[in-house]
């Protein structure tokens, strides 16, 4: 496995595991539930949002002095999870910010 291949799987898992997140903090109950976990997990969507971007940037910047398609390929592929896991963390802030509004 290349390290293309390699960093999409990591991606892909990332990607399966925020879906678990935002399915487990929407079953959150409101009150002091809510802001525990909200405490712990705020400040680690706001670093994987961090990270993500700059592994987009590292991806859309390397693009120009790829030579094979090939591999233009597997890197469209790896920018396309990473674009839906900033979907998904962006969805689990609205999500988030929704929450705080209504308690």
Same mark, same amino acid.
């Given at each position: 496995?290349?390290?293309? /291949?390699? %960093? $999409? +799987?990591?991606a /892909?898992?990332?990607? =399966?595991?925020?879906g678990r997140? =935002?399915? &487990? *903090?929407?079953?959150?109950?409101?009150?002091?539930?809510l @802001?525990k976990?909200?405490?712990?997990?705020?400040? &680690? *969507?706001l670093?994987?949002?961090?990270?993500n971007? %700059? &592994?987009?940037? @590292?991806?859309? &910047?390397?693009?120009? +002095?790829?030579? =094979?398609?090939?591999?233009?390929? /597997?890197?469209?592929?790896?920018?396309s999870v990473?674009? #839906?896991?900033?979907? #998904?963390?962006?969805?689990? *802030?609205?999500? +988030?910010? #929704? $929450?705080?509004?209504?308690?």
């Open positions: 496995m290349n390290d293309l /291949q390699q %960093k $999409r +799987t990591e /892909q898992s990332e990607l =399966s595991t925020l997140v =935002s399915h &487990r *903090l929407a079953m959150t109950d409101a009150g002091a539930p @802001e976990v909200l405490s712990l997990l705020l400040p &680690r *969507l670093t994987r949002i961090g990270m971007h %700059k &592994r987009t940037l @590292e991806i859309v &910047r390397s693009v120009p +002095t790829v030579v =094979s398609g090939d591999e233009k390929e /597997q890197m469209a592929a790896l920018k990473y674009d #839906k896991v900033h979907a #998904k963390l962006v969805e689990m *802030l609205s999500h +988030t910010m #929704k $929450r705080v509004r209504a308690d």
